[in-house]
């Protein structure tokens, strides 16, 4: 729906009396993580993929032998070679030219429609790949947590990503659309009974479909969204182009309870700090949700060890988890899977892209006036666009504790 004088009424004013008062949780904290530097991001996507070779087997041709007898049989280096294909994020906002121009002046307005369109788009695309950085790709916001006939609200595993107002699909996986188009009206999250409310008829659902943006689920011919740390940080699945069936070294570590809820401890995080070291990797990001967050100072507390937040490398702050081999920032991000702790290895994570979200603009002007069959309207429309793909060249120095309870 454009942006007209309706819906930028709620902030319209004769006179200007200051800003329009934030609402919305804007924090991106993996976002800003993982593209916290020019060495985590790049530009040289040179072209539809992204290919780089891995190192996944060592020399056979090794042995210790008594006189004159045979040699070991010579071997050599295996090695994979990974491919990444770019995904295409898009974002879009329309106003009239009503609204244009009798919000052009603060006198007017708290904001200028146009600016507060845009930037607000800004705002909305960055969060959503925050959200992004944690899946699969699949385009999951959540997953239908019971099966319901001829409902409208829906309990779901988590409903903490949702948004009032976004307009969603049901998908029945692999990627078979069973209710589109709906928009979300309503989100409750009651303890034990996460639900969203869903716009029109009702429906049935089956437990395990996952609900997504309108068009923005997986398809026959592969998922739309990032490929984010839950297909990353995975002990199966093939990532990249690569099978860990064929290349086992092609695998993150992953400690699971089978679904049932365990207590945090130091000996779990130390178990997983040295399952990672051992397969050669360093684990220098700890990120969690706030419920484990508060579970692991609790930890502290237990522990009587220093529960101070302390301030990292990046201006990013946090607790810290101490090993042999120094202290781990401990980070907690709105947007973090719940009952759960990645163990990350930021050198191995590259966000490619072939340039920064910006306007559609190839025929000279970033507006387009709306036309259809009716004829031309006094509302204008633009686009903002982003080729990218989050990459990791080392699977293994990565990994995952699961079924964690959260305070």
């Known amino acids: 729906m454009p942006t007209n004088l309706s819906t930028i009424e709620s902030y319209m004013k004769e006179v200007y009396q200051g800003r329009i008062r934030e609402q919305l949780n804007d924090e991106i904290v993996a976002l800003k993580r993982i593209t916290r530097s020019g060495s985590g991001v790049t530009n040289e996507t040179g072209g539809k993929y992204v290919t780089f070779p891995i190192h996944t087997k060592r020399n056979s041709g090794i042995g210790s032998r008594l006189e004159s007898e045979a040699l070991p049989t010579p071997g050599q280096q295996g090695h994979a070679a990974a ?15 009503q609204a244009i121009s009798l919000s052009s002046t603060d006198a007017k307005a708290f904001a200028r429609a146009l600016d507060n369109e845009v930037e607000g788009l800004k705002n909305d695309i960055k ?37 009032i107002g976004a307009v969603v699909d049901i998908v029945t996986l692999p990627a078979t659309v069973a209710v589109a188009g709906r928009t979300v009206t309503a989100i409750s999250l009651a303890s034990g009974a996460n639900t969203v409310t869903l716009s029109g008829a009702a429906f049935n659902v089956t437990a395990a479909q996952i609900i997504t943006r309108t068009g923005s689920g997986p398809s026959a011919s592969g998922n739309r969204e990032l ?52 397969r050669g990797g360093s684990t220098t ?64 994570m590259t966000f490619y892209r072939d340039e920064e979200y910006h306007f559609l603009d190839r025929d000279g002007s970033m507006w387009k006036q709306v036309r259809d069959a009716n004829g031309d309207y006094d509302a204008y429309y633009a686009r903002m666009v982003e080729y990218h793909e989050l990459g990791c060249d080392r699977r293994n120095s990565n990994g995952m504790i699961q079924d964690i309870n959260e305070a």
């Open 127 to 163: 969060k959503d790949m925050n959200r992004q950085i944690y899946g699969s790709g699949n385009g999951a916001i959540g997953v239908v947590k019971t099966t319901s006939t001829s409902v409208n609200v829906i309990p779901v595993t988590d409903a903490r990503l949702f948004q």
């Open 227 to 278: 490929t984010g740390l839950a297909a990353i940080i995975s002990n199966t699945g093939t990532l990249y182009n690569i099978d860990p069936s064929t290349e086992p070294e092609w695998t993150a570590e992953v400690d699971s309870n089978s679904g049932t809820g365990r207590a945090l401890s130091e000996s779990l995080m130390i178990k997983m700090v040295d399952r990672i070291r051992t």
């Open 285 to 348: 990001l700890i990120l969690q949700s706030l419920g484990v967050r508060r579970a692991y100072f609790g930890l502290l507390s237990q522990l009587r060890q220093t529960v101070n937040t302390q301030e990292f490398t990046g201006g990013f702050s946090g607790l810290a988890f101490t090993t042999d081999r120094g202290e781990i920032p401990v980070v907690a991000d709105v947007d973090a899977p719940l009952g759960t702790q990645h163990f990350i290895n930021e050198d191995s």
């Open 83 to 97: 491919r990444i294909g770019l995904k295409y994020s898009y974002g879009g906002i329309q106003l009239t030219g």
